[in-house]
Structure formats: structure tokens, C-alpha cells
């Protein structure tokens, strides 16, 4: 069993910065990707950024120049830096493993952004 727990959300100024990470446990060895989704009121969830197991990164358009994912192959976590925030970026982001053929999700962490 996989499981992920997210930290760092939290309340910044638009042109902020938070930086999120997620703590991956189990056997995540043989992963696909790990990755970020959000998903803001309203709206369904979206790809933010993953990373494949053999290291090309995937950003979705909104977090390219702002946003960089990487990984901590020795602590098992996907860091997720987010630079100069929007207050469209406010959403709870959700960390996301994706193994052999299933898929796992953490529990959350909120993102507000005020302007």
C-alpha cells in the first residue's frame, strides 16, 4: 500500500512563494510518475506538474516559468517550488503517484493566494 502526505500549503501575497512537498511511503520503487494536481472550487482537478520515473518533467502550461517539481530519490518525496503566485493558483493541490497500473492519491493541502 502507498501512502502520501502533503505539507507546505498555506496563505501567501500574490507574487509569493510556497513550496509543497509530498512524503511518499510504501513501494513506490517501480513508479511511472509523480506528480501535483489542483483542483479549485468549481472546477475539475488538473495536471500542475509530474515528474516520470526516468526524469522528464511535465508541466502544464499555467506553472511553466513559475513552478519547478523535483525529487528526493534518498527522503521518497515530490517538492513542488511555486514562485511568483497567482490568485488564480489558489486551489487545494493534491499529490499523485502513479504505479504500474494504479494510481494514488495524498489528502491535500489547501493553496490560497490573495491579491
Known amino acids: 500500500q502507498v501512502q502520501l502526505v502533503e505539507s507546505g500549503g498555506g496563505l501567501v501575497q500574490a507574487g509569493g512563494s510556497l513550496r509543497l512537498s509530498c512524503a511518499a511511503s510504501g513501494s513506490i520503487l517501480r513508479f511511472n510518475y509523480m506528480g501535483w494536481y489542483r483542483q479549485a472550487p468549481g472546477k475539475q482537478r488538473e495536471l500542475v506538474a509530474r515528474?516520470?520515473?526516468?526524469?522528464?518533467?511535465d508541466y502544464a502550461d499555467s506553472a511553466k516559468g513559475r513552478f519547478t517539481i523535483s525529487r528526493d530519490n534518498a527522503k521518497n518525496t515530490v517538492n513542488l517550488q511555486m514562485n511568483n503566485l497567482k490568485p488564480e493558483d489558489t486551489a487545494v493541490y493534491y499529490c499523485?503517484?502513479?504505479?504500474?497500473?494504479?494510481?494514488?492519491w495524498g489528502q491535500g493541502t489547501q493553496v490560497t493566494v490573495s491579491s
Open positions: 499523485h503517484v502513479w504505479i504500474m497500473s494504479s494510481g494514488y
Open positions: 515528474i516520470f520515473s526516468g526524469g522528464y518533467l
